[in-house]
């Protein structure tokens, strides 16, 4: 079974390059976000998307699954996550990372039957969920222009191509069959989107720009976790709106 991701990827890329030409006034440029144009198109039908699909489903989904049913759920998939962890881990050279991964998906997989139980965590194994834009971060990759992927939200241009590499590394992949393999995409949207209900709704009400909101604090956590929790000082232009001067 083939998908074309690389063929979406250039598309939505295409897109972007030419979202960004929309008029965005000076003032609010931020030179981190040079698709803004585009950026906040897609994060408008992001939204309006979720609202009509994505959280309806969540909410159902939250009302008729018992919530041990959905831990499990949860469980399930963080440890599947484990596994592309554990590669971007040993990518980094983080072997006593990629040894905590491996080992959390084993007695998880086993002890906890299939990952439906969180075992490894009360055993002191922690979780890292290390990805692959993560790994390019570690190489040396700068991020790049914000970008708003569709449907999936706030991203990177490092991060969008480290997203194909985990698509590739993600065990689901494999599955030959194409219902099989979307249920459990869809599953898996739905229990995040489930577990993510109440911030979605303190956003709304703390945020007086959700996308400026969104924005900062997607680039700012990415920037440490690349870093481990210790990102470098970022130069004082970083910091400046286009037209703005640093003194």
Do not use: H
Not at 13 to 21: K, N, R, W
Not at 98 to 118: E, K
């Amino acid at each position: 079974m083939q998908r074309p991701l690389g063929c979406t990827l250039c598309l939505v890329v295409g897109l972007a390059v030419l979202g960004g030409c929309s008029s965005v006034p000076k003032e609010y440029r931020d030179p981190r976000d040079p698709w803004q144009g585009y950026n906040r198109a897609m994060y408008k039908f992001n939204t309006d998307f979720d609202n009509a699909f994505i959280k309806p489903a969540a909410q159902a989904y939250r009302y008729v699954t018992p919530e041990p049913v959905d831990r499990s759920v949860t469980n399930f998939f963080d440890n599947v996550a484990d596994l592309t962890s554990a590669v971007n881990n040993a990518l980094q050279f983080k072997l006593s990372r990629a040894g905590s991964d491996v080992g959390r998906v084993a007695v998880n997989t086993t002890v906890g039957i299939g990952g439906l139980f969180d075992v490894a965590s009360n055993m002191g194994l922690p979780s890292y969920k290390e990805d692959f834009g993560q790994t390019l971060g570690y190489w040396g990759f700068r991020s790049g222009p914000y970008f708003v992927m569709p449907i999936l939200g706030p991203s990177s241009v490092r991060d969008t191509v480290g997203f194909a590499g985990d698509v590739a590394l993600d065990p689901f992949f494999s599955i030959s069959k194409n219902e099989i393999y979307w249920g459990f995409i869809a599953l898996r949207v739905v229990d995040r989107r489930a577990d993510l209900l109440e911030t979605g709704d303190l956003l709304d009400e703390a945020a007086l720009d959700p996308y400026t909101f969104v924005r900062d604090a997607y680039l700012q956590r990415r920037e440490s976790l690349v870093y481990d929790g210790n990102p470098p000082v970022a130069e004082d232009e970083d910091f400046f709106w286009e037209g703005q001067d640093a003194d």
